[in-house]
């Protein structure tokens, strides 16, 4: 584990170091970037080597006496290694040139300092080896990426944000503590190891409130309510790792707290499957009705951290269920998606970056004919968009596939088993298709037609640092969707340690598969070769003009009249009416010659709606009649001290 | 091996004529002659012939959509067991891949709209990416009845080789259902009426067709040729659950096979004669319909037949 720490403590050293550097802001930034993309790229690759040679690595620390601080790292931590480390490292290099604001120096260093905390921690969570350490870093992940979402902390709705985040992360840390507890409580000991030992309605009970607690982290419905308002607040590639990296901790913990628990009961792989298509259709719904470019990609984390529960609870199922095949693929399909939405979704956070850097707006409807200004940032989006939908021949077509293999092999059990796989499989498909109506309309609107305003009509692209990040992420989209054997391999030596039972999995039934996705992807690149070479030989010597867009006889086109991304969303968002209830403003248009009218609409997130009337006002009325008890009265204070510690003495 | 490509470049010839006749069928509902049935060639010949004129708003996305959306149907083609032969190509799980890969010719054909800043392209694309999502689901229900069945997820298993899928086994009577129900989405993936008009001319109306508008020359043939590809796919599936004999002759298979190809597209052009199309805001329920029916027929299946 040598290599393991020096790589955070390098990534620690980039957070320190600008703190003195900050009255050079390129060479604080420069330092700064330096530190934390060496120690990403130290962490990578020791953790590519474990994960290609698996030896069991464990270290213990007893600085704090009785709590005695545990990491170990397997093949699921490592696959999770090389995901927080390899994005991390991006978004570090990412920073370079969308930090450019030399008037906020301190306030950059700070930046830096909560982006190596960050990636640090993230990193220790998925190495931790017992509650308390577990604890620890998963706490110091949330405080640091708080501070991160509140980085322009004068504007109002971004302080929102910053403090909606803080109640949902530290709530959801009370979960998991609870659960955490339980373990303590029934076996005694901080070790990981033990929970297997509990009773079975203790495990029920450990699972269901971890499953609360790391879903909040996630983004799983209803818990994801905070996501869209940090997401759009953070900076761009602040954006990229919390939504790329950070929610994967809370995927992380379910499926570690699958495996600590050993027992392979259906009813887990009920919650999360229903779980996972709850996030995943209601997430892709809420974003096809979304203005905000950010907030949009925000809730396509929440369809995205479906599809991988989806994955993982066919897994479970199949588990349960005796059907290995159907397993390794559910849990194999939802770790690859784990790595993949990782590398599309920041490619996707970088890209929306450069458009905000650029053009200083978010608001999809206001932007428009960007990839002729910015064709990097454009094409890589395009690359970024495909592979989200799922399409072939890109990267995320790979881990559905996998995960519909795996829901199709849940179709020929009997029961409920057969009822869910058959809703995830029917989920999976409405994902897709809506996803890929979302993905049209940001690619269409934002970076398609004609500018719809002046900031986007004086777009460009700069800061060569920005865009290789995004070329590199690009790039792996396609590798992986083309050659998914080795990423396939990947993730099955990841599911080797997440439990199941298996000891040895074979490989070769899987590879099959993926070998068969090279195959055709093989096969349409070389036909769209053929009728690539076709059509230059039919427009060899060809009369090719150009002119305007057909306007259908209308010869004063403005660009105005395009088609809006509300528009275009709005019949499909009325069929989910119920899950999604819009509401809409407009003042009619009156006389002969009308002056100016307005349209606004906003899609209300049930969950956020629903959250005001059950949870905010009881938990407020509540505390209005305790309020008695916090009078100000020093004395009684330290008499609640000497109270408690009392009770604790004769009843713990 | 050396049959099947006879079939696929068979299936590649005859798909411009197949769609002509649905002309011709219309033609003789308004007690017209109509075009020839080499109407569809004499057109592509044309197009091939021509130059093109691109829209100042355009870029290379637009000239991408056709020819992606046509490697996607031609690589449907390849994938699909046609008169009951191998097909070229198939692996466990193709279906899978082939109906994503249409989705990746779908999402070119709406960026390419969406390149030429046009708002009646705009609104057709709008429509383009809403319907096909409830077709989807009604296609993997259906992926699923067929996997109960055969225990398979390859189209070579559904429609050729000794157990295909048919309305005239013992568990094929629910298979009308599904029959129906993937004519429904034929109907809808290939705007046809009642979802969606080809021959309309109001720009407001159009799905399809006003996507394509600014397309010209060689592209627009590639558009034309892609969407007969697509539509010679959905209409062999519900072919070979019509008719899934195979006498072992290939000659008589191919005869029998695109004998009832003729009479689904046959079908296809009475629907457009007899029919209106539907108000837009009707087209979900109709589509749904075909959802309903699948599962229909799943649960019927499942129950009484297994």
């Not at chain 1, 105005?560 to 019949?571: F, I, L, P, R």
């Not at chain 2, 769609?19 to 057109?43: C, D, E, M, N, Q």
């Not at chain 2, 009951?84 to 249409?102: R, W």
């Not at chain 2, 109907?187 to 600014?214: C, G, K, Q, W, Y």
Request: charged share 10%; glycine share 8%; with cysteine.
């Amino acid at each position: 584990m040598n290599q393991f720490f020096l790589a955070i403590l390098v990534i620690g050293c980039g957070g320190i170091l600008p703190l003195f550097l900050w009255r050079q802001f390129a060479l604080m930034k420069a330092v700064g970037v330096l530190a934390i993309g060496g120690g990403c790229l130290l962490g990578l690759v020791d953790a590519w080597a474990k994960l290609s040679s698996p030896v069991s690595d464990a270290i213990v620390f007893s600085y704090l006496g009785n709590f005695s601080l545990a990491f170990s790292m397997d093949t699921l931590s490592a696959f999770f290694l090389i995901v927080i480390f390899g994005v991390s490292l991006l978004a570090a290099i990412y920073s370079f040139h969308y930090m450019s604001n030399a008037q906020k120096a301190m306030r950059t260093a700070a930046h830096y300092l909560f982006f190596s905390l960050l990636v640090a921690a993230m990193a220790l969570v998925v190495t931790a080896a017992n509650l308390i350490t577990f604890i620890l870093a998963w706490e110091i992940m949330s405080l640091s990426s708080f501070f991160l979402v509140i980085y322009n902390y004068e504007a109002a709705e971004n302080r929102k944000a910053g403090y909606l985040y803080f109640i949902f992360s530290q709530v959801g840390a009370m979960f998991i503590l609870a659960a955490f507890g339980i373990i303590y409580a029934q076996s005694g000991s901080f070790a990981f190891k033990e929970a297997a030992a509990l009773s079975e309605s203790a495990k029920i009970l450990v699972f269901v409130l971890a499953f609360i607690g790391f879903g909040s982290k996630a983004g799983v419905f209803p818990f994801h309510v905070w996501l869209p308002h940090a997401h759009p607040a953070a900076s761009s590639h602040i954006s990229a790792v919390m939504s790329g990296v950070m929610i994967k901790t809370g995927i992380y913990g379910i499926v570690r707290i699958y495996a600590l628990l050993d027992w392979h009961t259906v009813i887990f792989g009920d919650i999360v499957l229903i779980a996972g298509m709850l996030s995943g259709v209601l997430g892709v719904v809420y974003a096809l009705g979304q203005h905000d470019i950010k907030r949009l990609l925000a809730y396509h984390s929440v369809e995205n951290i479906g599809i991988i529960l989806i994955g993982i609870g066919i897994g479970m199922i199949g588990v349960a269920a005796g059907k290995p095949v159907m397993a390794v693929l559910g849990f194999s399909g939802g770790l690859l998606h784990v790595l993949n939405h990782a590398l599309f979704k920041s490619l996707l956070f970088m890209g929306a970056g450069m458009v905000l850097h650029q053009t200083g707006s978010r608001a999809i409807d206001r932007l428009g004919g960007l990839i002729k200004k910015m064709r990097v940032t454009g094409t890589t989006f395009l690359i970024g968009s495909l592979a989200i939908c799922g399409l072939p021949p890109f990267n995320g077509f790979v881990s559905e596939f996998l995960v519909y293999m795996g829901g199709f092999n849940g179709v020929a059990l009997s029961g409920s088993d057969f009822a869910l796989s058959l809703l995830g499989i029917i989920s999976l498909a409405i994902i897709g298709g809506l996803a890929l109506a979302c993905f049209t309309k940001v690619v269409g609107v934002v970076f398609q037609g004609e500018p719809r305003s002046a900031v986007a009509r004086d777009a460009e692209e700069k800061g060569i640092m920005m865009l290789v990040p995004m070329v590199v992420l690009a790039a792996v989209c396609i590798v992986i969707g083309v050659f998914p054997t080795l990423f396939m391999t990947m993730a099955l030596k990841a599911v080797a340690s997440a439990g199941l039972g298996y000891g040895r999995i074979p490989m070769e039934p899987f590879i099959v598969m993926t070998a068969n996705i090279t195959r055709a992807a093989a096969l349409f690149f070389t036909l769209l070769l053929l009728v690539l070479a076709l059509r230059s030989l039919l427009y060899r010597a060809k009369t090719v003009t150009s002119s305007g867009t057909w306007g259908c006889g209308f010869t004063q086109p403005t660009v105005k009249m395009q088609y809006t991304g509300s528009s275009y969303a709005a019949s499909i968002l009325e069929f989910f009416q119920p899950a999604a209830p819009l509401s809409e403003s407009h003042s009619p248009i009156k006389g002969r010659f009308p002056t100016g009218t307005h349209y606004h609409s906003h899609i209300h997130d049930l969950a956020e709606k629903q959250m005001e009337p059950l949870v905010v006002k009881p938990v407020l009325w509540l505390f209005d009649k305790l309020r008695w008890l916090q009078h100000g009265d020093i004395h009684l204070y330290i008499g609640y001290i000497l109270l408690a510690i009392v009770l604790l003495l004769f009843f713990v | 091996m050396m049959k099947s490509t006879i079939f696929l470049v068979l299936a590649v010839l005859l798909a411009p004529i197949y769609a002509a006749w649905i002309l011709k069928v219309k033609a003789f509902f308004g007690g017209r002659k109509g075009s020839p049935l080499l109407i569809h060639y004499y057109t592509l010949i044309k197009l091939f012939k021509k130059g093109s004129v691109y829209s100042t708003s355009t870029t290379v996305i637009f000239k991408l959509g056709p020819v992606i959306s046509f490697c996607a149907a031609t690589m449907v083609l390849m994938f699909v067991p046609i008169a009951g032969q191998a097909p070229l190509f198939s692996f466990n799980g193709d279906v899978i891949l082939l109906l994503y890969l249409l989705g990746l010719g779908r999402f070119f054909t709406i960026a390419a709209a969406m390149d030429t800043a046009s708002p009646f392209e705009g609104m057709g694309a709008a429509r383009e990416a809403y319907f096909p999502i409830i077709c989807e689901a009604t296609l993997f229900m259906t992926l699923i009845l067929f996997y109960l069945l055969s225990g398979d997820l390859n189209l070579a298993a559904f429609f050729s080789g000794g157990q295909p899928m048919g309305l005239w086994q013992a568990a094929g009577v629910p298979l009308l259902f599904v029959v129906i129900a993937l004519f429904i989405v034929l109907l809808t993936e290939n705007s046809r009426v009642p979802v969606d008009d080809p021959a309309t001319h109001l720009e407001l109306t159009m799905i399809h067709e006003v996507m394509v508008l600014d397309h010209s020359g060689p592209d627009f043939a590639f558009i034309e040729l892609g969407s007969f590809f697509k539509l010679f796919f959905y209409s062999t599936l519900v072919t070979r659950l019509v008719c899934p004999f195979t006498s072992g002759h290939p000659a008589v298979d191919a005869v029998v096979f695109f004998g009832c190809m003729a009479l689904v597209y046959t079908a296809i052009g009475v629907t457009e004669s007899v029919m209106a199309r539907y108000r837009m805001d009707k087209v979900p329920k109709f589509v749904l319909t075909s959802f309903a029916l699948v599962f229909f027929a799943t649960v019927i299946t499942l129950e009484f037949v297994k």
